[in-house]
């Protein structure tokens, strides 16, 4: 396939996944700031996404309005999901032919509706209700791809971008809350707070149920930090990410003959590291460090698979 | 009597045969019913995404076609004739194109000079000399045509360099098989979906020879172009690669397209730029469009162009009135389509013609297209005519005179229902080096101003379906 066309279409995705995961994260600050510090709450949704040296340039304070609304539609922020979703159609129509129908109508869709938003629509009232308007794009997005693409490079490099963006998103998430999940810093272990504290990581990643499903215990900080990073079975996990990144980068090499490069032994390294990997040792060399160690192999990755594949 | 012929109607009023279920299907159907459809169909082509950028300032830089949810129909004897009639002309205009960069026997036989053909400026001098694969030049041409009475059809323009539209054919038919399915169950409407495989056979006829399967793919200036949806479409339904000039290398005379794999061997190029953006080695050095050492690659043989290079010069519209007289010459046939009689303002006594009788006449520029600076007459004010007869002395070289058509009506749905609006048609044909393909039907284009003679989409033109009945329709009626 085309190089550029690989490009568009990992770019595309990532586009699309990076929207999906904003507006997760969005509804879990907007949820939990009724319950811990509204402004905190809010921070630390701006830190996770990435935007909070953006934001503090264009506002003097976090109030919850003006942080959805840059969150989501503003101009000075590149990464707000309607700039996202602007993103991800220009690459879908670069190579409006890489893609099926159903995926372009998915993004098309999506980018007219966006057109109509007013700026009421992200008032906090307003909000819960368009927040779900964006995921059903990027559910009706993911779904497309998934029943109508041919299993060929254009999928494998579909499915990278995804999964890329994911593991990338999930672990700032994990980041910026990390301080949380520190038994020392949990002062009142036990308490309705820290409970809330621990419950707003699950929900940023929509992982609430799944916890209960997996552990059947009340939520702890060792548990939350497993389901995130080493858990295969949960979706969202830097583990299920990476072992769909190296199953891509496996069945592009395959139409390649096989052939191999640098892209796919760093892949191939961090989803082992993941594989074999243990919370308590992460733990004990620290969280922080782990996850600042995985955001900056994610970008690496995310180079090596572009010097590759698409020059 | 009508002033002017209608496709439903003919002369007299009475509903010709070919349109008895359209007539009745609008008379039993409810306007509100056909409103609803209308917008239906509006829903579904911007869901799709087929837009086309109209070039004003400021505007909407993407913007809808409007469509027309009445069929225009011909019946199969109709076709029958325009399909004789279109691959006869356009035989005669690749025979030409191969004489003109070949022997020039036209020229020895007196027909046009050597210095006519030279310094026209769609004539491409780096081709001179160069036989294209399979030999053929336009492989996809857009013929326009126009009716005026029952047996009537005029050639308009002939379109040889890269005519666009035929994504419209093919989703017009699509939307209205989705809105009026019993429409098609009722009345037996010849296929158009084989478009595209058609194309594609067409386009690998002409690979230059070798053992490899050719690579065919289509070249787009990039999303920013009005006709992207077209190119990216066309390039989906043939299932090849749509590719812009920086997805393009020439290593040893030989095009290469970069891949995740590496570098592909291109073999056919279905390109949607223009000759001038083709190779900025050759062309013009700031085009980005294009491949550096294409038409290197061209000359060699190693690359077919369709397109090829130079084909313009047969469908220039002061060419245009010498068709007929190359259908005569290089097919020894008479021309079966009536070319519209034209007055090159070139010529002294022609202009004096036209600009005594400038309120009867179209006047259009030579190097024209889209419906951009042209007169018509009957429409047109004293102020208008005056302004434009200035410039026809200024440089009468640059234009073109014909008599107003009576283009022919279609009913077309419009606020207080069905009314005609005159229609002309543009059938795509095909020719590979195995053959002519046309499929039956082609793209019509309604004036939806009451009145207004002008289809052009740039001028506010919409589109409809264009249906050709079978053979045999429902049985033998």
Redesign the interface.
């Known amino acids: 396939?085309?190089?550029?066309?690989?490009e568009s279409l990992f770019w595309l995705a990532r586009y699309m996944e990076r929207m999906d995961n904003l507006a997760r994260l969005i509804e879990a600050a907007q949820s939990m700031a009724g319950v811990l510090s509204e402004t905190e709450e809010w921070r630390s949704a701006l830190t996770a996404a990435g935007v909070d040296e953006l934001y503090d340039a264009t506002y003097d304070i976090v109030t919850p309005e003006s942080a959805a609304l840059f969150l989501c539609n503003s101009p000075t922020n590149p990464s707000a999901i309607v700039s996202c979703l602007d993103k991800a159609r220009?690459n879908a129509?670069?190579?409006?032919?890489?893609l099926t129908?159903d995926m372009?109508?998915a993004v098309?869709?999506g980018w007219?509706e966006s057109r109509q938003l007013t700026s009421e629509a992200f008032s906090p009232a307003r909000l819960p209700d368009t927040l779900d308007w964006v995921r059903t794009i990027s559910t009706r997005f993911s779904g497309a791809y998934q029943t109508t693409m041919l299993r060929n490079?254009n999928y494998w490099?579909t499915r990278l971008g995804t999964f890329l963006e994911r593991a990338d998103n999930t672990a700032r998430i994990l980041d910026v809350k990390y301080h949380l999940l520190l038994p020392e810093a949990s002062s009142g272990v036990g308490g309705m707070l820290d409970y809330y504290q621990w419950t707003s990581v699950l929900r940023a990643v929509s992982a609430v149920r799944a916890y209960q499903w997996v552990y059947r215990e009340e939520v702890k900080p060792w548990n939350v930090a497993e389901l995130l990073l080493l858990r295969q079975e949960m979706p969202r996990s830097l583990r299920a990410c990476y072992d769909a990144i190296t199953q891509c980068l496996d069945e592009?090499a395959a139409?390649?003959g096989g052939?191999r490069g640098e892209c796919h032994r760093l892949a191939g390294a961090i989803a082992s590291q993941l594989r074999y990997g243990r919370i308590g040792d992460i733990f004990q060399s620290g969280l922080h460090e782990h996850l600042t160690q995985q955001i900056e192999r994610a970008a690496e990755l995310g180079d090596q698979i572009a010097a590759y594949?698409?020059? | 009597m009508r002033q002017f012929f209608d496709d439903m109607h003919g002369l007299d009023g009475d509903i010709r045969a070919a349109y008895a279920e359209i007539a009745t299907w609008l008379a039993e159907t409810p306007p509100h019913t056909l409103s609803a459809k209308r917008e239906e169909a509006e829903r579904l082509f911007r869901r799709i995404g087929i837009t086309f950028a109209v070039y004003t300032e400021g505007g909407d830089t993407e913007r809808l076609i409007p469509f027309d949810i009445i069929p225009r129909v011909l019946d199969a004897e109709e076709w029958a004739f325009l399909e004789r009639g279109l691959k006869q002309r356009v035989n005669a205009l690749n025979l030409f194109l191969a004489d003109v960069y070949g022997a020039r026997e036209i020229v020895r036989a007196g027909k046009l000079t050597n210095a006519h053909i030279d310094s026209h400026p769609a004539y491409c001098a780096h081709v001179q000399g160069v036989t294209p694969p399979g030999g053929v030049y336009t492989h996809i041409a857009g013929i326009d045509l126009v009716r005026t009475g029952v047996n009537d059809f005029y050639v308009l323009e002939d379109n040889c360099r890269t005519p666009s539209g035929v994504s419209y054919m093919l989703e017009n038919r699509s939307v209205m098989m989705r809105l009026f399915p019993d429409l098609f169950a009722r009345i037996g409407v010849e296929p158009v979906a084989r478009y595209p495989q058609d194309l594609l056979r067409t386009l690998r006829s002409v690979a230059p020879a070798g053992d490899e399967e050719p690579c065919v793919v289509v070249l787009t200036p990039g999303q920013f172009n009005s006709a992207y949806y077209e190119h990216s479409f066309l390039a989906d339904e043939m299932g090849v690669e749509l590719v812009e000039g920086i997805d393009l290398v020439v290593r040893d005379k030989k095009v290469f397209m970069r891949t995740t794999g590496g570098l592909k061997r291109v073999h056919v190029i279905y390109r949607r730029i223009d000759d001038d953006f083709l190779d900025p080695m050759v062309f013009r050095p700031d085009s980005v469009l294009g491949a550096f050492g294409l038409m290197e690659a061209y000359r060699a043989g190693n690359i077919a162009l369709a397109n090829a290079p130079g084909a313009g010069i047969a469908d220039d519209k002061a060419i245009y009135m010498h068709v007929p007289e190359m259908i005569r010459f290089y097919l020894g046939e008479e021309p079966i389509l009536n070319n519209v009689p034209t007055w090159d303002c070139a010529n002294e006594g022609a202009l004096a013609y036209v600009l005594d009788h400038l309120e009867e006449l179209v006047v259009k520029e030579t190097r024209g297209s889209g419906g951009y600076g042209m007169l018509v007459g009957p429409h047109s004010t004293k102020k208008t005519r005056d302004a434009f007869a200035k410039k026809l002395r200024q440089t009468p070289s640059a234009y073109v005179a014909q008599p107003t058509l009576a283009l022919s009506t279609c009913p077309t749905f419009v606020a207080d229902g069905a009314a005609p609006r005159h229609v002309d048609l543009r059938p795509f044909v095909l020719s590979g080096a195995d053959g002519v393909r046309i499929v039956p039907g082609g793209l019509t284009r309604v004036a939806l101003t009451e009145g207004s003679l002008v289809v052009n989409s740039s001028q506010g033109g919409g589109t409809k379906d264009t249906w050709v009945l079978h053979t045999r329709q429902n049985g033998g009626k």
């Open positions: 396939m085309l190089a550029r066309a690989a220009i129509r670069a190579m409006r032919g890489a129908r372009w109508e098309n869709q007219l490079e490099f592009i139409v390649h052939k594949y698409m020059r």
